[in-house]
Structures are given as C-alpha cells and as structure tokens.
C-alpha cells in the first residue's frame, strides 16, 4: 500500500517561514500531479497549490505570491515552501498525489497531514 510521507511542518510566528514535503512510501510510485490541501478547524479541506509533472503549478488566491511548490522529479518528491506565514494559514496540511502507473492509476493518494500552526 502506497503511502505519502510528509514531513516539515510546526509552530512559527506570524511573519516567519516553513518548508514542508512530500514523498512517496514505494519507488515504484511516480508522483504525476502532486499537491497540498489544507483543513483548518470546521472548515472544509482546501486547495493551496498543485504542480504538474511538468512543472506546472495553480495555487490558492490565498497563498500567491507568499507560497511556491516546486518538486524533484528524480528524488519524487513535491514541496512546499511557506513564506510571510500568517495566522490564518493555521491548518493541517496534506499532500495529494496520484500516478500514471498501472499499479496505482485511478485514485488519489493522500499523506496523513501535517499540523502547521502560525501564531500572531
């Protein structure tokens, strides 16, 4: 079973920066399209950025121009670079990612979450 690993996340205070990742349990699973999403208390899971195998990237008007998601092909990993952190962008963070391989095509694999708290 496949399995997304992220790692980074933590407290910091507003103003300040946090770096997260994201990779894959199995190499056999390549990331194609890999992105975070985040879900603060009572409020829906969201959409914060994504990147293509391509390069690629969306984000949340939210988070433009203070986040950027950039991803190693070679290593398989995806991150998340998180700058001018304010308190509303405390929330659990999780990693989305699904595969053009046959083994794993068809679904969307999700990390556990990482917690990332920003306090003002």
């Known amino acids: 079973q496949v399995q997304l690993v992220e790692s980074g996340g933590g407290l910091v205070q507003a103003g300040g920066s946090l770096g997260l990742s994201c990779a894959a349990s199995e190499s056999t699973f390549s990331i194609n399209v890999g992105g975070w999403y985040r879900q603060a208390p009572g409020k829906p899971r969201e959409l914060v950025a994504s990147i293509t195998r391509g390069g690629s990237t969306n984000y949340a008007d939210s988070v433009k121009g203070r986040f950027t998601i950039s991803r190693d092909n070679a290593k398989n990993i995806v991150y998340l670079q998180m700058n001018s952190l304010k308190p509303e962008d405390t929330a659990v963070y999780y990693c989305?990612?699904?595969?053009?391989?046959?083994?794993?095509?068809?679904?969307?694999?999700w990390g556990q979450g990482t917690q990332v708290t920003v306090s003002s």
């Open positions: 989305k990612a699904d595969s053009r391989d046959l083994r794993y095509v068809g679904r969307d694999y």
